[in-house]
T-cell receptor, first 112, second 111 residues
Framework: GDSVTQMEGPVTLSEEAFLTINCTYT??????LFWYVQYPGEGLQLLLK?????DKGSNKGFEATYRKETTSFHLEKGSVQVSDSAVYFC???????????FGTGTSLTVIP | DAGITQSPRHKVTETGTPVTLRCHQT?????MYWYRQDPGHGLRLIHYSYGVKDTDKGEVSDGYSVSRSKTEDFLLTLESATSSQTSVYFCAISESSETQYFGPGTRLLVL
């Protein structure tokens, strides 16, 4: 079945460090891919998305490229800030029945 | 921000009692979802709805039921709460397969 696997956390980085959070997926057909972010005590917010192969989603300095050949959608940011501390979820929908599948989340802490 | 509210935001209840959580949307989106979030498991789908009176089970539906009598409201009922149902519950909505929008969550503690 459809699924998402993302790297285990927690991840701790110093401010201005480079961030990569790995995400790979298994899906039939051509899924849409998403990154969501959850700040403490809040619900999930859409960070970025890509709907077809080779698309790059970007928002707030974060980027992820939909790689069909490696079934991956890794999240990157060139210079993290303390305010980026949150839990990040990779997700997909395979456009069948409108179900979404989420990874287990990766906790990021950025220290000054 | 999408107009999604959840009530109550926090609840403490006792084992064996029924509990109903409410999700209300003002976006007129067709699809509504209930998830639970637990450490080490991420988000797991409990039930979802694809229209008024149209619902289906998700990954972890045992012990839960849902109802959707109006487009804007999606109710989740724990028929007889157990300690294993202590969790944070999130409602989400979507109009298509493009994006889900999440509510603020309900923290439920079953003693």
């Amino acid at each position: 079945g459809d699924s998402v696997t993302q790297m285990e956390g927690p991840v701790t980085l110093s401010e201005e460090a480079f961030l990569t959070i790995n995400c790979t997926y298994t899906a039939t057909g051509y899924p849409s891919l998403f990154w969501y972010v959850q700040y403490p005590g809040e619900g999930l917010q859409l960070l970025l998305k890509a709907t077809k192969a080779d698309d790059k989603g970007s928002n707030k300095g974060f980027e992820a490229t939909y790689r069909k050949e490696t079934t991956s959608f890794h999240l990157e940011k060139g210079s993290v800030q303390v305010s980026d501390s949150a839990v990040y979820f990779c997700a997909l929908t395979a456009n069948t029945g409108n179900q979404f599948y989420f990874g287990t989340g990766t906790s990021l802490t950025v220290i000054p | 921000d999408a107009g999604i509210t959840q009530s109550p935001r926090h609840k403490v209840t006792e084992t064996g009692t029924p509990v109903t959580l409410r999700c209300h949307q003002t976006e007129n989106h067709r699809y509504m979802y209930w998830y639970r979030q637990d450490p080490g498991h991420g988000l797991r789908l409990i039930h979802y709805s694809y229209g008024v009176k149209d619902t289906d089970k998700g990954e972890v539906s045992d012990g839960y039921s849902v109802s959707r009598s109006k487009t804007e409201d999606f109710l989740l009922t724990l028929e007889s709460a157990t300690s294993s149902q202590t969790s944070v519950y999130f409602c989400a909505i979507s109009e298509s397969s493009e994006t889900q929008y999440f509510g603020p969550g309900t923290r439920l503690l079953v003693l």
